[in-house]
């Protein structure tokens, strides 16, 4: 059985919610078990919402301390741009869209710091995994 999305959880919630107002015939207890299954799948939600915007925020934090010495402003702003497009694919989870989405924001940061001017001389050696496909994605 697949996992249910967070706007499933909520239309569900609303349809728990109306059936204990509105059903004829159920017991007091069936109407609190009703909204308590409700109030929960709001919880999971929150819970989940908060576990992405915990992700979000550590990737959104990293500094990328190689990448600045391979990488030029030009490279960090495509980057950023190729990884905020990874995040909205469809295909993505959660947690690695909101991973995604920090490291583009990180890379952003990264780009503003060193400047629009920044072009430094591609490294003669091995270029980092993310140093690899900056270059890489502007054909470099």
């Known amino acids: 059985m697949s996992r249910m999305t967070p706007?499933?959880?909520?239309?569900?919630?609303?349809?728990?919610?109306?059936?204990?107002?509105?059903?004829?015939g159920l017991s007091s207890e069936k109407r609190t078990e009703l909204r308590r299954a409700a109030h929960n799948l709001l919880a999971v939600n929150a819970?989940?919402?908060?576990?992405?915007?915990?992700?979000?925020?550590e990737a959104s934090e990293v500094s990328w301390p190689e990448v600045r010495g391979?990488?030029?402003y030009r490279h960090m702003v495509h980057l950023a741009d190729?990884?905020?497009?990874?995040a909205l694919d469809g295909r993505m989870t959660p947690e690695w869209t909101?991973?995604?989405?920090?490291?583009?924001?990180?890379?952003?940061?990264?780009a503003e710091e060193v400047g629009s001017a920044w072009d430094p001389p591609r490294?003669?050696?091995k270029l980092s995994l993310v140093g690899f496909i900056g270059r890489n994605l502007m054909d470099e």
């Not at 706007?7 to 004829?24: D, G, P, W, Y």
């Not at 190729?82 to 990874?86: H, L």
Request: net charge positive; aromatic share 8%; with cysteine.
């Open 98 to 110: 909101a991973k995604l989405a920090g490291w583009a924001v990180s890379m952003r940061t990264l």
């Open 70 to 72: 391979e990488l030029g």
């Open 47 to 57: 819970m989940e919402a908060a576990k992405h915007r915990r992700i979000f925020e």
């Open 123 to 125: 490294p003669a050696g």
């Open 7 to 24: 706007q499933q959880r909520i239309v569900l919630a609303r349809k728990l919610e109306c059936r204990a107002e509105t059903a004829e």
């Open 82 to 86: 190729v990884f905020e497009g990874w």
